[in-house]
């Protein structure tokens, strides 16, 4: 039988160094990972490698399948695009939104649960996860034993956290077994791996979903910044180091939800701001600018707002939190 390496799931091989799966003869019968993963494990590089399974690749082969599926995403990464990928799935499924632990701690968390239920019509069942001091993995392990469910794909966007999830699956159920890799890179699982756990149950990692019109950051941080700023007519705010402008025609207030990682926020008047290329019109009070991959900006009042940003990879929507904080402050958790 080929073995297949636990970072990404390719078959491990000897003779061609360029493709995947490669490992140096005469360790092929006791890796577990190819060298490529070993090396972003244990030296953090950072190797390019595109999937070689696309969206409808992945979902025909899940949705024809009699298993049930996860369905994991960041919560800094939902929008229109990603949540139209989970509808396709045909099969009966849990979404997680993930990373729940760097919610805004002003956040009401069943009111976050009914804004996803009727914002973007989802019937299935959602639970959010964070780290084990917020919603861990246990109360997910105890839905999926409560409904009988022994064997399940897990699916989600590129670095939505499927593979720390599935490690920590393998610690909870104490599974004596290599962990999958983890790593913020896109592509970094390759291939479908089928995990068996020690209490019985069955994950299958994917490749995760890439979506091209995705902003760039793959930057990590502890932190999402919740950082909020007072607009006045033609004000500019630069962000991620001066690499996206937005420009506002009237005094608003502004939050923005983002993973910043350090990278600065500059506020000022420019007599002109750098290529100005999408016209967005926020028409209510509380809406979101989605910035796909990246965050939201949350504005509170009616106004137009250009940005260097192409239309393509933006998004508006009713705000996320705006409605739905909690004035008491209250977890629900």
Known sequence: MNKICFGCGAKLQSVDKESKGYIPEGKINTASYCMRCFRMMHY?????????????????????????????????NINDEVMTIFKSI??????????????????????????????????????LKGSNSFHGIKPVLHYLEENNIMEMYVLGISNSGKSTFINDFIDVTKTDMAKINVNKRANTTLDFIRVKLANGMTLIDSPGFIIDNFLDNTTSSKTIVSYTMQMKECETIALFDNKYYFKFDAKTSVVLYANQSGKKIVK???KAAPDLVT??????????????GIGFLTIKKPCTVTCNIPASFLEVRDSMFGGYKDEQNSSNE
């Open 268 to 270: 000022k008047y420019y």
């Open 279 to 292: 016209k967005i019109d926020i028409v209510k009070d509380n809406q979101d600018i989605v910035l796909k």
């Open 44 to 76: 953090g590089e950072q190797q390019e490698m595109t999937t070689p399974k696309d969206k409808k690749e992945i979902i025909n082969k899940v949705n024809k399948d009699h298993r049930f599926v996860i369905f994991l995403v960041d919560f800094l």
């Open 90 to 127: 045909t099969r009966p499924k849990l979404l997680i939104v993930n990373k729940c632990e760097l919610l805004p701690k002003d956040v009401n968390k069943l009111n976050f649960l009914k804004y996803l239920q009727d914002y973007y019509h989802i019937d299935s069942e959602i639970k």
